[in-house]
């Protein structure tokens, strides 16, 4: 009998890795992505006046970026990180006063400068159906995003800062057929935060192909589009910023 529960034992210890080592993917690309939407910025309580970011501002063209991405499979939890930056520039005539800068008047000829990082930490769990999965979870989106808008005499200037780690609500589905896999995943959130109407909506979608056991390549999507509306550090903004297109790229699985 005890030589029976040591083999059970021996047999449960042995089953057990298989159902909880994890899995990780790791991927590397490149993003062509464009921007689009608009921005009002004032001092104070005043009104700030939306003005579009290609003729206003002279952005939104399409701009090479990287992007990273990294996913460990635990079984039912999936704890995936993704990121990319994003920069653009260009010259525009503001359509409406700028900032609190008198030079930065509507008629007058910027140029103009957006920075932006973006990172996504999520914690989904995983309801296997066949070849198909679902998996509810929740994310955080973090941001950092910087806009510098200079006269065309470089004399006066103003700059736009807005950071911050933002909750979602986040739901991924997956498919897998052996050498081909998809997936695509959203989080959303929409919040009255002090002074600021915010909302956020985060897209992102794959197709991979798998050409060796470890070895992956795959084409995507993403968008990210972000709302603010009210009050940030004694300054009113309006905005509506939407960042999106095409990603490429290859991974490893093991």
Not at 164 to 174: C, E, I, N, S, V
Request: glycine share 10%.
């Amino acid at each position: 009998m005890r030589n029976r529960l040591i083999v059970l034992a021996s047999l449960a210890l042995m089953a057990l890795p298989a159902c909880s080592i994890p899995t990780l993917e790791v991927q590397a690309g490149y993003a062509h992505l464009s921007l689009d939407g608009d921005i009002g910025y004032s001092n104070g309580n005043t009104v700030a006046v939306e003005q579009d970011f290609e003729s206003a501002f002279g952005l939104g063209d399409s701009q090479g970026s990287p992007y990273g991405r990294a996913q460990i499979d635990f079984g039912v939890p999936v704890l995936t990180v993704s990121a990319f930056s994003f920069e653009d520039q260009g010259r525009g005539v503001l359509l409406s006063d700028f900032g609190n800068i008198p030079a930065l008047a509507g008629g007058v000829p910027v140029q103009s400068e957006l920075d932006m990082m973006n990172a996504k930490v999520s914690l989904a769990f995983e309801i296997g159906i066949g070849p198909v999965s679902i998996s509810p979870g929740l994310a955080i989106d973090y941001f950092d995003l910087q806009i510098d808008v200079t006269d065309a005499l470089s004399i006066a200037s103003e700059q736009v800062d807005v950071s911050g780690p933002l909750p979602l609500a986040f739901l991924r589905a997956d498919v897998d057929l052996g050498i081909v896999s998809a997936f695509a995943e959203a989080g959303y959130m929409s919040a009255d935060i002090d002074d600021v109407d915010g909302e956020l909506l985060d897209i992102e979608a794959q197709l991979v192909l798998h050409p060796a056991p470890l070895v992956e390549l795959f084409v995507g999507y993403r968008y990210w589009n972000i709302a603010l509306d009210g009050i940030i550090d004694n300054n009113t903004i309006d905005t509506d910023i939407k960042v999106s297109g095409l990603i490429f790229g290859g991974g490893i699985r093991f």
